[in-house]
T-cell receptor, first 111, second 112 residues
Framework: DQQVKQNSPSLSVQEGRISILNCDYT??????FLWYKKYPAEGPTFLIS?????DKNEDGRFTVFLNKSAKHLSLHIVPSQPGDSAVYFC??????????FGAGTILRVKS | DGGITQSPKYLFRKEGQNVTLSCEQNLNHDAMYWYRQDPGQGLRLIYYSQIVNDFQKGDIAEGYSVSREKKESFPLTVTSAQKNPTAFYLC???????????FGQGTRLTVV
């Protein structure tokens, strides 16, 4: 039972354009959501997060949007850069408990 | 510099052998986790420990064992009972606030 789903295995975007990565969840108890970025053969690094009391959080080129009614969140990267090419994992937590991860989306930014 | 150190980075194991992956952190975090990454599967939780001398099974604990004798250390043993051990293993820890996880660099285990 996948509680966190990233339905797009991969995404290809031109440099300078917007990248939109999507994530859906099924557990209504999730109250904190995070995005991680992972390069090959390395551990994931934290990118940005959002609490369920908010619908948007912005950090530089990265913005996360949360739609609780749709149980959907998205990560926007503007403008996309070749160094953004990586695997992006969506993760969720319920009341500080263990993180549940999605399957990841491979982002390729073409120059 | 504080962080999480996993060793070794690459590990080869013969079928039928047990092997132990090391994870050490100097972040003074109470909670530590082991995840496994397979293509298309995301990160799946193997075991986690909220405090010293206590740990719980995650979603895919069969064929694995852990110990938490010290706050800084959370080794994972992949036993011969694990039917498909070839994967990328990640150790993580979380601060008392509990949200953001810090990851090690991972260990790639290959059964030969």
């Amino acid at each position: 039972d996948q509680q966190v789903k990233q339905n797009s295995p991969s995404l290809s975007v031109q440099e300078g354009r917007i990248s939109i990565l999507n994530c859906d969840y099924t557990n209504s108890m999730f109250d904190y959501f995070l995005w991680y970025k992972k390069y090959p053969a390395e551990g994931p690094t934290f990118l940005i997060s959002i609490s369920s009391i908010k619908d948007k959080n912005e950090d530089g080129r990265f913005t996360v949007f949360l739609n609780k009614s749709a149980k959907h969140l998205s990560l926007h990267i503007v403008p996309s850069q070749p160094g953004d090419s990586a695997v992006y994992f969506c993760a969720a937590s319920a009341q500080g408990n263990k993180l549940v991860f999605g399957a990841g989306t491979i982002l390729r930014v073409k120059s | 510099d504080g962080g999480i150190t996993q060793s070794p980075k690459y590990l080869f194991r013969k079928e039928g052998q047990n092997v132990t992956l090391s994870c050490e952190q100097n972040l003074n975090h109470d909670a530590m986790y082991w995840y496994r990454q397979d293509p298309g599967q995301g990160l799946r939780l193997i075991y986690y420990s909220q405090i010293v001398n206590d740990f719980q099974k995650g979603d895919i604990a069969e064929g694995y064992s852990v110990s938490r004798e010290k706050k800084e250390s959370f080794p994972l043993t992949v036993t011969s009972a694990q039917k498909n051990p070839t994967a990328f293993y990640l150790c993580a820890s979380t601060p008392p606030s509990g949200f953001e996880a810090f990851f090690g660099q991972g260990t790639r285990l290959t059964v030969v």
